[in-house]
Antibody, heavy 118, light 110 residues
């Protein structure tokens, strides 16, 4: 099982962004994919989780309406996107595979650093 | 303010044992399985314990997990300098319909 995330991004406030998490080594539709934020020097925050099999998505209330989680089954890839970035979106973002049922995160990507600065 | 409460830091000497607590409520720990993650600074988190007390393949039995009512505990025995890291508990929260993490605990091996 591997999760390969897209590279670091430097963006300006107000710009849009879509980062990716390409998976391999398992059946993509059968496992949830979660996204986790880690702001500089801070702890882990659960953003949301998507089940590619039926496109069910659950957002943490703190992130609902702030980001969009999606997936493309044809290329076993999940996405996290913003329509208008803010400086406070500066953080490391991790994708991770989540087990159906208990939803613990067993395999993690290496992280994508997003820097938003004018 | 995290939904799950962990001590900010713990410390112990090499070879000793340490426990890290994680306190929640009936909407999260009280009715859902707990998992624990280790994050060495500069690296991605790694799964240590799932389903309250199960260890993934490759995780030594020095690491253990337990749960009672609305609290969970991670135990680490035979501490090594390589265990210095941040440790996070996590579970599902029925009220939020989302996963939640604890605030994290920094382990220092003196």
């Amino acid at each position: 099982v591997q999760l390969e995330q897209s590279g670091a991004e430097v963006k300006k406030p107000g710009e849009s962004l879509k980062i990716s998490c390409k998976t391999s080594g398992y059946r993509f539709p059968s496992y949830w994919i979660g996204w986790v934020r880690q702001m500089p020097g801070k702890g882990l925050e659960w953003m949301g989780i998507l089940y590619p099999g039926d496109s069910d998505i659950k957002y943490s209330p703190s992130f609902e309406g702030q980001v969009t989680i999606s997936a493309d089954q044809s290329i076993s890839t999940a996405y996290l996107q913003w329509s208008s970035l803010k400086a406070s979106d500066t953080a490391m973002y991790y994708c991770a595979r989540a087990i159906p049922g208990t939803k613990y995160l067993d395999y993690w990507g290496q992280g994508t650093l997003v820097t938003v600065s004018s | 303010q995290s939904v799950l409460t962990q001590p900010p830091s713990v410390s112990a000497a090499p070879g000793q044992k340490v426990t890290i607590s994680c306190s929640g409520s009936s909407s999260n720990i009280g009715n859902h399985y707990v998992s624990w993650y280790q994050q060495i600074p500069g690296s991605a988190p790694k799964l240590l314990i799932y389903d309250n007390n199960e260890r993934p393949s490759g995780i030594p039995d020095r690491f253990s997990g337990s749960k009672s009512a609305t609290s969970a505990t991670l135990g680490i025995t035979g501490l090594q300098t390589g265990d210095e890291a941040d440790y996070y508990c996590a579970t599902w929260d029925s009220s939020l319909s989302a996963g939640v993490f604890g605030g994290g605990t920094r382990l220092t091996v003196l």
